[in-house]
């Protein structure tokens, strides 16, 4: 049974207010509950959404909320 093997090297990021601020946009590709999706939708840019997961902020963000 053949596996994938990918070492990507990747980092985590603290999810704080300063951290979501200093990206341009952010994609959501996981709708995980353990995400603050509240500060999410007040700090962040522009938000690319594939889960759905701002739906319920899509007022409050506007144009800043792309659902794809």
Avoid: N
């Avoid at 506007?62 to 794809?68: D, H, I, N, Q, V």
């Amino acid at each position: 049974f053949p596996t994938r093997d990918h070492c990507l090297d990747l980092t985590g990021v603290p999810c704080t207010p300063e951290s979501i601020r200093s990206y341009d946009a952010l994609i959501v590709s996981t709708a995980h509950a353990a995400f603050p999706w509240d500060m999410i939708a007040k700090e962040a840019k522009f938000v690319v959404d594939t889960r759905g997961a701002m739906a319920r902020y899509a007022a409050q963000m506007g144009e800043r909320l792309f659902r794809a």
